[in-house]
């Protein structure tokens, strides 16, 4: 399993920006697909974005779909999740997960299925996002 290290949560206020990073520790980037996710306490993980490395096509769910971008450096196998126009509804735990990309669906079908969470066998530690209103 690839290892992840999430990275740049932090407060801001309502309309600021953030970006997110999350570290992959292998050397077939490529091939894998990492997604953002986020929890509140007392709901479910839900997805945010993903990126399909080998392709870099890329899915928003609609809460975060024009205001959050997704992108990646190869070379230093790290994806990151910018962060714009930032509401309190956006405050969550968010996590960074990897799967292989040959083991999930297309990006843009990956976020209907049922418990994807269950999908993704790598999982960075989580970094609090939080937005004050």
């Known amino acids: 399993e690839v290892q992840l290290q999430a990275s740049g949560g932090g407060l801001v206020q309502t309309g600021g920006t953030l970006t997110l990073s999350c570290a992959a520790s292998?050397?077939?980037?490529?091939?894998?697909?990492i997604a953002w996710f986020r929890q509140v306490p007392g709901k479910e993980r839900e997805g945010a974005a993903c990126?399909?490395?080998?392709?870099?096509?890329?899915y928003y769910t609609d809460p975060v779909k024009g205001r959050f971008a997704m992108s990646s450096d190869s070379a230093k196998a790290t994806v990151y999740l910018q962060m714009n126009s930032l509401k309190p509804d956006d405050t969550a735990v968010y996590y960074c997960?990897?799967?292989?990309?040959?083991?999930?669906?297309?990006?843009?079908?990956?976020?209907?299925?049922?418990?994807?969470?269950?999908?993704?066998?790598?999982w960075g530690q989580g970094t609090l996002v939080t937005v004050s209103s």
């Open positions: 997960a990897a799967a292989e990309s040959r083991s999930l669906p297309m990006p843009r079908l990956l976020f209907k299925i049922p418990r994807v969470t269950r999908l993704f066998p790598s």
């Open positions: 292998t050397s077939t980037f490529d091939a894998y697909t």
């Open positions: 990126i399909r490395l080998g392709d870099h096509r890329t």
